[in-house]
């Protein structure tokens, strides 16, 4: 049984970071894409970044150059650094993992989910 567990989250001041993870149990993290997403209030849900099965990743516009997404096999832990954050990047953050090698935007090709963690960005 796959389970994601984020964790990371909280409140800071914008211009401020922090470091997302997801444990990984019953789940191969190096093999296969896993990605983070996020939900603001009253807005659907959005992907932030993605990272395939041989380590490549993909990002939002809204998060380039200030998000960085990275995974540690050994530990089955999936991590999203997150510098320079916005009150726009207020939200709850999900972990994604798919079975598949390559990677996609889309929602429906992650079969399994965090509960989600809560990042709050304030002025």
């Known amino acids: 049984q796959v389970q994601l567990v984020e964790s990371g989250g909280g409140s800071v001041q914008a211009g401020g970071s922090l470091r997302l993870s997801c444990a990984a149990s019953g789940y191969t993290i190096g093999a296969y894409c896993m990605g983070w997403f996020r939900q603001a209030p009253g807005k659907e849900r959005e992907g932030v970044a993605i990272?395939?099965?041989?380590?490549?990743?993909g990002y939002t516009d809204s998060v380039k150059g200030r998000f960085s997404i990275s995974k540690d096999s050994a530990q089955k832990i999936l991590y999203l650094q997150m510098n320079s954050l916005k009150p726009e990047d207020t939200a709850l953050y999900y972990c994604?993992?798919?079975?598949?090698?390559?990677?996609?935007?889309?929602?429906?090709?992650?079969?399994?989910w965090g509960q989600g963690t809560q990042v709050t960005v304030s002025l």
């Open positions: 994604a993992a798919s079975e598949g090698v390559g990677c996609t935007w889309v929602e429906r090709a992650f079969g399994y």
């Open positions: 990272i395939n099965g041989v380590g490549g990743s």
